[in-house]
């Protein structure tokens, strides 16, 4: 059963950086595609990227575009995101999700079609 924690979530500055990670455990990341997902508080769930299984593409939201990326380290059983350049509109719960099927099985909020879900972690973006 897999079972996924985030963390790395913060306070930071407009501008600045943060990397989230998804430790995964119960079942490796290499036969999962992962998505990282936001809430904003009274906003839908939304997708920010999704990582295809082989970790060799990574589907991203326009509104990310140019500014996260997603990585996974099989050896760490991790999955990373990366933002930078980052926005007060950034300022969300970030989560991490997967499923067994494909990033292109996007059955749209507030699932997204994924399958195992953490509990989040909270990113705001303030001077």
């Known amino acids: 059963q897999l079972h996924l924690v985030e963390s790395g979530g913060g306070l930071v500055q407009p501008g600045g950086s943060l990397r989230l990670s998804c430790a995964a455990s119960?079942?490796?990341?290499?036969?999962?595609?992962i998505g990282w997902f936001r809430q904003a508080p009274g906003k839908e769930r939304e997708r920010v990227l999704c990582?295809?299984?082989?970790?060799?593409?990574?589907l991203l939201a326009d509104s990310v575009k140019g500014r996260f990326t997603g990585s996974k380290d099989n050896v760490q059983n991790t999955v990373y995101l990366q933002m930078s350049s980052l926005k007060p509109e950034d300022t969300a719960n970030y989560y991490c999700?997967?499923?067994?099927?494909?990033?292109?099985?996007?059955?749209?909020?507030?699932?997204?079609?994924?399958?195992?879900w953490g509990k989040g972690t909270l990113v705001t973006v303030s001077s």
């Open positions: 119960g079942a490796t990341v290499d036969n999962y595609a």
């Open positions: 999700a997967a499923t067994d099927r494909s990033c292109y099985s996007d059955y749209g909020p507030p699932y997204y079609g994924m399958d195992t």
């Open positions: 990582i295809i299984k082989s970790g060799s593409e990574t």
